[in-house]
């Protein structure tokens, strides 16, 4: 019989260099909770059994001490994002390291991304529907920094699959036009990655082997990344996976620079005591 036991992956490993810090640690919300940790009480209500909070080393104490104030130390584990050079090895370095640890599906979120508790919702009724892998998508408008550009996924599908996901860098809104660094027009409802990934256990074998590769070809360099949605245009290629793409309600925001933590922390103080309990309950 299949297992519908499902687990929140969280990415928190990376640098935050735009942001100029650790923004996977700022404080949110009145007891002072990490922003993703809005997104483990989303995943808890919708009946998820576990989260893995993937870091980068020296992280772990404070995400800990953090996570034990409400959560069950059966309910989380950490993972340590161990590297040879200081600049992460990106997305898909950071995901391998689930590899033997969880056999089930997992929803994959940056800890530095609000995305909403429809999201966690919808990837349990996609695994209960038998779903093996889905990108659950947002429109690019609303994902925008009034305070600079930023790179997305943009989605293109086929039949409700995805069929290629475009890396595109320096996306802003100028005089009501969304433009990239080559100066190409997207219309604002253009469904984007915002690193939300339904996956499934057996992926995690394919990517173990891909990210291999990569580190024996690029060990010496100090700067190159492997990013998941690389990875996983790849396989969509190669016709080793198939994507369901899902359109999902425009609650995102997120942190990408300094001046962008300020918003994000009022629209959580604005869903405590409605969306969110002042107290999170306990995750026995």
């Not at 772990?60 to 584990?77: F, G, K, P």
């Not at 580190?215 to 190669?238: A, R, S, T």
């Amino acid at each position: 019989m299949q297992t519908t036991d499902t687990a929140l992956v969280i990415l928190a490993g990376g640098l935050g260099s735009r942001f100029g810090g650790a923004k996977q640690i700022e404080p949110f919300g009145a007891q002072g909770h990490f922003l993703f940790e809005y997104a483990c009480y989303d995943a808890m209500q919708a009946g998820f059994q576990k989260v893995f909070i993937i870091v980068r080393p020296g992280m772990q104490e404070i995400v800990s001490q953090q996570l034990n104030r409400w959560m069950h130390a059966q309910r989380y584990e950490i993972i340590i994002q161990e590297q040879t050079r200081t600049k992460p090895w990106g997305t898909a370095h950071a995901l391998h390291f689930l590899h033997g640890k969880w056999e089930g599906a997992f929803l994959v979120l940056n800890a530095d991304d609000y995305y909403g508790p429809s999201i966690c919702q919808r990837a349990m009724e996609l695994v209960q529907d038998g779903v093996a892998a889905a990108a659950l998508a947002f429109e690019l408008g609303p994902t925008l920094s009034p305070h600079g550009p930023v790179a997305r996924g943009i989605c293109q599908s086929q039949n409700a699959y995805l069929s290629a996901i475009e890396e595109v860098l320096k996306l802003e809104n100028k005089n009501g036009l969304i433009t990239d660094e080559h100066g190409r027009v997207y219309p604002s409802d253009t469904l984007i990655s915002m690193n939300a990934w339904l996956l499934s256990g057996t992926f995690l074998a394919h990517l173990a082997s891909k990210v291999q590769a990569f580190l024996d070809c690029h060990k010496g360099n100090e700067q190159i990344e492997i990013y998941l949605p690389k990875v996983l245009h790849e396989m969509i290629e190669e016709g080793s996976i198939q994507i369901k793409l899902e359109g999902m309600p425009s609650a995102w925001f997120g942190i990408t620079y300094a001046a962008d933590l300020a918003l994000a922390q009022a629209k959580i103080r604005a869903l405590e005591g409605t969306q969110y309990s002042l107290e999170f309950p306990l995750w026995t």
